[in-house]
Nanobody
Framework: VQLQASGGGLVQAGGSLRLSCAASGRTFSNYYMGWFRQAPGKEREFVAGISWIGGSTYYADSVKGRFTISSDNGKNSVSLQMNSLKPEDTAVYYC??????????????????WGQGTQVTVSS
């Protein structure tokens, strides 16, 4: 699976951004998708995940209520709508794909596939 992320940028606190991730390669529907982020000097952490079956979604407590993950199976893509952004959301965001469901207990070291990362910077 190849993952191509896009949509990062610079935004003021309280603003919004939308990230997208397009997947190609192996049978996309066999994999679960999600987003992680990594701030300078910190470990890569789970942000959001989605299940193709039933569309169940999972969020880190720090983004719940502000971020929304969605998928478009027809386009083999997943998006992350980020609202009410805070300076602490500043990080490189990575699209992730795995044979296992991606949830708040998922560890970055166990993820099978990564996109190239896109920078999100939130100014105060």
């Amino acid at each position: 699976v190849q993952l191509q992320a896009s949509g990062g940028g610079l935004v003021q606190a309280g603003g919004s951004l939308r990230l997208s991730c397009a997947a190609s390669g192996r049978t996309f529907s066999n994999y679960y998708m999600g987003w992680f982020r990594q701030a300078p000097g910190k470990e890569r952490e789970f942000v959001a995940g989605i299940s193709w079956i039933g569309g169940s979604t999972y969020y880190a407590d720090s983004v719940k209520g502000r971020f929304t993950i969605s998928s478009d199976n027809g386009k083999n893509s997943v998006s992350l709508q980020m609202n009410s952004l805070k300076p602490e959301d500043t990080a490189v965001y990575y699209c992730a794909g795995d044979i296992k469901l991606i949830t708040k207990t998922s560890l970055s070291k166990d993820i099978d596939y990564w996109g190239q990362g896109t920078q999100v910077t939130v100014s105060s």
